[in-house]
């Protein structure tokens, strides 16, 4: 009798059919557009921005400006948009929205009738047409219709006039001639650029209504995203956003270092913590050397030379050869304060790496300019945040 199963597997076993598989699927033009807006997407992920029209970017910049272009290709896409950079047509901001109502009845429609203040205000409605609205009706009409409407984002049909702005503010924010600030409404004026959970936005324009009962200043804005979307939100609304998860733009080019100076003149009164140094690695394992701006930030209170002698056996220097790239002679700093500030304000770019089982706590995937400037903030005793995605020190 033939055993069916033994045969089979001999069969599926056999060298001629080793190399045998199945056909490849062909790539579809849908398929290309969602590998493309993967690529973008991967792009923005890691430099925090969008492709920009530069001969290293242009295939992805243009990429994204065709996706742009066409409503089909942004919804095909939508799925795949995990950090939200395509335009949000649908997506509504947090203002109050119009109450519900149920549908009245018919006893309720006949009250509302009765009452109706067109019928009480009879005699001063006594020369209005027929179809003519009083105007103080007029005015409750406009209120309730100001109140029910929500501002939306929706694609903006004239970003090129906004792209450049944008793309100078973003290699701004990489120079350092741009920094992120704690947001304040004095900030937000029309041309002022900020930061609201993640994206760069700009108020284009505002149409001023006065002061509101509360008396806040309130109107509809205009306000471009640099991911190509706009909103009118208002004025308050995206005030009170931005208070809670947003920052402001501010050129700081014309900012000194005097006060950093005043912090190093020294005094008989003044007494020697140690160094601050800072140390790239000069590991050959390709997983470290491939890693763009990783430093160690450590603190010691005797010669960087001594301490880094057999930095090539010792796993806190990843056990290779360092090279000193900055150090500071500092004053009354204790060194586990600024070791524990310094750990806490670049948690969210420490490096995770295991090294002859132990794990090294001092090495942060961080450009040397904002360290240097993390340095001194924490010298001269300031509160500060690192925002990760754009790389910058908060105040």
């Known amino acids: 009798m033939i055993n069916w199963e033994k045969e089979l597997e001999a069969i599926f076993n056999d060298p001629l059919l080793a190399d045998v598989t199945a056909p490849r699927k062909r790539t579809t033009s849908s398929d290309r557009l969602v590998a493309g807006f993967q690529e973008i997407h991967a792009f923005y992920e890691a430099n925090g921005r969008l492709p920009e029209d530069t001969p ?15 409503e089909k290709k942004i919804e095909r896409c939508r799925p795949f948009d ?79 006039k906004y792209a450049e702005g944008f793309r100078v503010i973003q290699q701004g924010l990489r120079s350092g001639k741009y920094k992120l600030v704690k947001f304040s409404i004095k900030r937000l004026k029309v041309g002022s650029y900020f930061v609201e959970d993640g994206m760069i936005g700009y108020l284009a ?15 509809r804005t205009r306000v471009i995203y640099e991911n190509g979307a706009e909103s009118d939100v208002k004025y308050k609304t995206i005030a009170k956003n931005l208070s809670v998860t947003g920052y402001s733009v501010v050129d700081c080019s014309d900012m ?20 601050i140094y800072v140390l790239r690695s000069k590991s050959t394992r390709p997983e470290i050397a491939a890693i763009k701006d990783l430093y160690k930030i450590g603190f010691t209170v005797t010669s ?45 770019v420490q490096l995770q790496v295991t090294v002859d089982g132990h794990r090294p706590q001092e090495w942060f995937i961080v450009p040397l300019n904002v360290i240097e400037e993390a340095v001194k903030a924490i010298i001269s005793g300031k509160r500060i945040e690192y925002n990760p995605q754009f790389q910058q020190i908060i105040y």
């Open 205 to 219: 324009a505002f149409e001023d209504e006065g002061v509101n009962r509360h008396g806040d200043r309130d109107g």
């Open 304 to 348: 960087v030379e001594s301490r880094i002698a057999n930095a090539k056996n010792e796993p806190t220097y990843l056990c290779a050869d360092v090279e000193v790239v900055a150090t500071w002679k500092v004053y009354n700093v204790k060194s586990s304060t600024f070791e524990a500030l310094i750990h806490k304000l670049f948690a969210s």
């Open 82 to 160: 995990d950090l939200g950079i395509l335009p949000q047509p649908i997506q509504t901001v947090e203002e109050p929205e119009a109450e519900y109502h149920r549908e009245p009845t018919e006893e309720e429609q006949l009250e509302a009738i009765l009452n109706d203040p067109l019928l009480a205000d009879i005699d001063a409605c006594a020369d209005l047409g027929l179809f003519d609205v009083p105007e103080y009706m007029r005015q409750r009409l406009e209120a309730r219709k100001e109140a029910e409407y929500v501002g939306k984002r929706r694609p903006c049909e004239d970003f090129d």
């Open 56 to 70: 290293e970017e242009a295939s992805l910049f243009h990429k994204w400006a065709g996706i742009l272009k066409s």
């Open 256 to 275: 000194t270092d005097e006060e950093f100076e005043q912090c190093f003149t020294i005094t008989d009164n003044d007494v020697e913590s140690g160094t």
